[in-house]
Nanobody, 130 residues
């Protein structure tokens, strides 16, 4: 059964960095659209970043609040998608999830709805505070 596992979360001070990993078993992430989402306490889950499948061009997408600070990438050999997060801010505090798209163009909707994604991982906590 295909599943995703997130890791790499932790507690950092503002301005710090973390690299989140989304590792897959039972499926090849190269062939998948992969999205990163986050959910802060009391707030709805929001799309953070998305990467198209390699065959789909591998185009990357970012929500405005993380552009220039976060980078999504994939490592084919490790079957993993990463989210490098730099210059972290307290408002980045949330549980971060990865998921795969249910169709090849799912990145078009990651920022407005998560209904085009499935195989959600268990999430990894990111806390940014002094």
């Amino acid at each position: 059964q295909a599943q995703l596992v997130e890791s790499g979360g932790g507690s950092v001070q503002p301005g710090g960095s973390l690299r989140l990993s989304c590792s897959a078993s039972g499926l090849h992430l190269d062939n998948s659209v992969v999205g990163w989402f986050r959910q802060a306490p009391g707030r709805e889950r929001e799309g953070v970043s998305c990467i198209m499948s390699r065959g789909g061009g591998g185009t990357t997408y970012y929500v405005d609040s993380v552009k220039g600070r976060f980078t999504i990438s994939r490592d084919t050999a490790k079957n993993t998608v990463f989210l490098q997060m730099n210059n972290l801010k307290p408002e980045d505090t949330a549980v971060y999830y990865c998921a795969t798209g249910i169709w090849g163009g799912a990145c078009e909707s990651y920022g407005s709805a998560d209904t085009d994604f499935h195989r959600w991982g268990q999430g990894t906590q990111v806390t940014v505070s002094l």
